[in-house]
């Protein structure tokens, strides 16, 4: 590990101007290149004091041996050589795209005599037309199979081109109709190169005015009496249009845009694109990004802007770029989209209309790939062995951890203090294990308090199950106490099975009281662990420094999902407890009666007020109402205090304003906006 003091320039040989940097290691391998519009600037905050750094950012700096840079004119041309260098050194320390794959693009090869329709992926030729990309080849040539029939373009290859040359018989699309043929000589290369042009027309958008000259055609040879050739334009029509059907207008304005958008954690983000041309969604792609480096959203945004259009120009970058979030500064980007299309391009978010909502459903299908991606990790039986072993190698544990239990405390400023413990197995979630607590010892915030608490009940009976299964037998007694009733298997109902490890989240002081609550109850045979969410430090009792698992490390990655997945549970179970406390009335008091039957009360009367004010009589008459009921609901009412009379503070009047159905309508609309 190196001292980045050790190849800390020297203050006045820094440039203050924009440029590019490269961080090497001790082999004089790039390791991270970034850009800066004052290279002064940014490259005195990489060498600051450790502690204030980012865990990753600290990581890198103490992996490199050296640092050196380039100053180029302006934060455009910082933002061209920062991309090439990526491409070029692919740092490790940079922005990872974990999904490489090749998208399938519809290319027509315009730099050919006869052009040809194909499926092409890779790098991009000079002299072809792209249109995409797609999500998967089938659906170029479905979409070319259909179109095939109103554009005749040659599809064969070079070698079954020339093969029709010698032998002067066409392939069989030339006999079907789905390829002008030629290679025979049917039409000359002029009259194919204007049905290649036509094809690309109607790829880029152009439908309606070719539709409406087929239309004419076709109504002009019905005219003339030419009906087969009607017969064939209207199945052309109708081709091109089945065509159209499989990517419905999204956007009414027939614009051309990019929409990217973003699903990210701690940890990993993935990017979602959706292609639009003409209004109508032509292509599709996306990737999973790892954080290697501390990024913003605004910072992905960027480093997927220069993914996209990194090689691409002209008509290939859309006029207009609709993102979740905006780089930091937006100028250099916009400028650089710019130069790449040879016209404006607009970089913005969008805020209302048919836009935004076409950009919620980019952002949820990145939400949803980032699931997908997480499930298929963590359903790995390799990936989660190996993260076991992670886990145990750095914590020291004698064997790798089968069963994990994490702890969560969740309150609204000191309110609905509640506590959660979920179970992973194996490396997966056990939900049936999960259990929930209410902070029952002490009122107010005190997270160290509640998670001592917490663990000294959940282990309390676990030995508790020890001793009534005989596993366990107290020495001075040496009975088994009965502690009630099991499942009708006969298992214990709760907390029978001990962890090899709790994770708790949070820090020294939640992993102090976890570990105190164990030590007092006996129990030695179980780590202990802690989280720190702000930083993703893994704490262990009784040490100052905390252990610092590898940014790649499957182990963090694990107990980074044990983590979210024990906040989710809690926060879950504070937010319903609060949504129920703030939705009680004085009729909840009011044994046997139900949800429905208040209803029932509350719409019969119009309001509380009235309902307190009635007789039993009235009471009873709403049906499904008894006299025992009745009685009770009074009684009830007449416990609870009504809320004083409104009064106008301007004029003094008292207003006779009916008294609300349930108590706490505004605090509990707060509460779910907090």
């Known amino acids: 590990m190196a001292d980045p003091s050790s190849y800390r320039p020297k203050p006045g040989q820094i440039p203050d101007a924009p440029g590019v940097y490269k961080f090497r290691d001790e082999h004089r391998r790039v390791i991270y290149v970034g850009k800066a519009k004052s290279l002064r600037q940014r490259l005195a905050n990489y060498f600051q004091d450790l502690a204030g750094l980012h865990p990753r950012t600290r990581s890198m700096v103490t992996t490199a041996a050296s640092v050196e840079w380039t100053v180029v004119n302006n934060e455009v041309e910082a933002l061209q050589l920062e991309y090439s260098w990526i491409k070029e050194f692919d740092p490790r320390f940079n922005v990872k795209y974990r999904d490489d794959k090749s998208y399938p693009y519809l290319a027509v090869t315009m730099n050919e005599q006869f052009p040809r329709v194909q499926v092409m992926r890779g790098a991009k030729k000079k002299g072809v037309r792209y249109f995409g990309p797609y999500g998967h080849a089938w659906a170029i040539r479905d979409t070319v199979d259909l179109l095939l029939r109103a554009f005749p373009v040659r599809t064969c290859s070079a070698g079954v081109f020339k093969n029709a040359t010698r032998t002067g018989r066409p392939c069989l699309l030339g006999y079907i109709g789905k390829c002008s043929a030629p290679c025979v000589e049917r039409v000359t290369p002029e009259v194919h190169r204007e049905l290649a042009e036509d094809f690309c027309d109607f790829m880029a958008g152009r439908t309606g005015t070719y539709i409406r000259r087929l239309e004419r055609q076709m109504a002009d040879a019905a005219e003339e009496m030419e009906y087969e050739r009607a017969a064939r334009l209207r199945d052309d029509i109708d081709a091109l249009k089945k065509a159209m059907e499989k990517s419905a207008v999204v956007l009414a304005d027939a614009t051309d845009a990019d929409l990217i958008a973003l699903a990210e954690d701690e940890l990993e983000a993935a990017v979602q694109i959706f292609h639009v041309r003409g209004g109508r969604v032509r292509g599709q792609r996306g ?133 959660s413990m979920v179970v992973f197995e194996d490396g997966l979630a056990r939900k049936s294990e999960y259990r929930r607590f209410q902070i029952k010892g002490f009122e107010g915030q005190d997270d160290v308090r509640s998670m001592h608490e917490v ?120 937010r319903n407890k609060r949504s129920k406390r703030f939705r009680a009335g004085p009729l909840d008091a009011v044994p046997g009666l139900g949800d429905a039957r208040k209803q029932t009360l509350i719409k019969h009367f119009g309001s509380v007020k009235r309902l307190r004010s009635a007789t039993i009589d009235q009471i009873c008459e709403v049906p499904g109402v008894g006299r025992k009921t009745a009685e009770a609901v009074l009684a009830a009412l007449a416990g609870a205090v009504p809320a004083g009379p409104a009064v106008n503070t301007a004029t003094g009047e008292i207003m006779e304003e009916e008294e609300p159905v349930t108590a706490g309508t505004s605090e509990e609309r707060r509460g779910q906006e907090t």
Request: overall charge negative; aromatic content about 6%.
């Open 287 to 419: 990737w999973v990004t790892d954080k290697v480096e501390a990024v913003t959203s605004g910072d992905l945004v960027e480093h997927a802007l220069q993914q996209l259009y990194g090689e691409e120009s002209g008509d290939a970058v859309p006029k207009e770029v609709l993102v979740p979030a905006l780089p930091d500064p937006i100028e250099p980007v916009q400028e650089w989209l710019t130069e790449r299309r040879g016209a404006n391009v607009s970089l913005r978010i969008p805020q209302r209309g048919d836009k935004k909502a076409l950009m919620e459903t980019v952002a949820r299908n990145a939400q949803q790939s980032l699931v997908l991606h997480k499930t298929k990790r963590a359903s790995d039986l390799t990936t989660r062995s190996r993260a076991l072993e992670e886990i145990a190698a750095a914590l020291e544990l004698d064997s790798a951890p089968l069963r994990v239990e994490c702890y969560d405390i969740s309150h609204l400023q000191g309110d609905d203090v509640v506590a």
């Open 455 to 574: 663990i000294t009940r959940r282990f309390k009976r676990y030995l508790a199950e020890k001793e009534r299964t005989g596993e366990w037998v107290d020495e001075e007694t040496g009975e088994i106490a009965d502690l009630g009733p099991t499942e009708e298997d006969g298992r214990p109902k709760r907390f029978a099975y001990p962890p090899q490890l709790v994770v708790v989240d949070g820090g020294q002081p939640q992993v102090a009281a976890a570990k105190r609550a164990l030590d007092e109850l006996g129990i030695d045979d179980i780590a202990v662990c802690g989280l720190a969410k702000r930083l993703e430090e893994v704490w262990v009792p009784d040490e100052d420094d905390p252990v610092i698992l590898p940014r790649t490390s499957e182990g963090l990655y694990l107990l980074q999902r044990v983590r979210d997945e024990a906040h989710r549970f809690a926060i879950t179970y504070q």
